[in-house]
């Protein structure tokens, strides 16, 4: 039944994340329920794929099932760990010194985490490059606004 766990996590996450949707605030101007449209989208999608996975892994029942063992193997405990740990200090940072720093330290760290410290101007670079280009798409060529 390991197998499983995947499937309904999921499909709790989609289920959560529609009942969160229904909380949005609607537009004033144009269609009220503009903004929710994509979110709403999104989150059946993620039910749906949710449900179609956990029937392909019920029909597998009977096989046997190693892959979770892969997670408390190697280097996966220290990657996810590691991983969870620079997502929460990338979004404690993100409001209070802006999207182009806190990314750049974010991806800096996941890069060093992943790769190692050898190739260290090369995790430099792609993390200085990749948020300077995310940036100016959303700055510049978007109009979106970022912290």
Known sequence: MARLITPVFFLGVGIVYLILTSDLTR?????????LYFPLLIGAVLVLFSIIYFVQEWRQRD???????VLFTGRAPFLIVSTLVLIFVYTSLFERIGF???TIIFLTGLLFV???RKPWIKNILIAVIFSFISWYSFSELLNVSLP
């Open 100 to 102: 182009l720093i806190s």
């Open 27 to 35: 537009s004033r101007v144009g269609d009220p329920n503009g903004p």
């Open 114 to 116: 992943v790769n190692g």
């Open 63 to 69: 096989e046997k099932f190693e892959e979770l063992k």
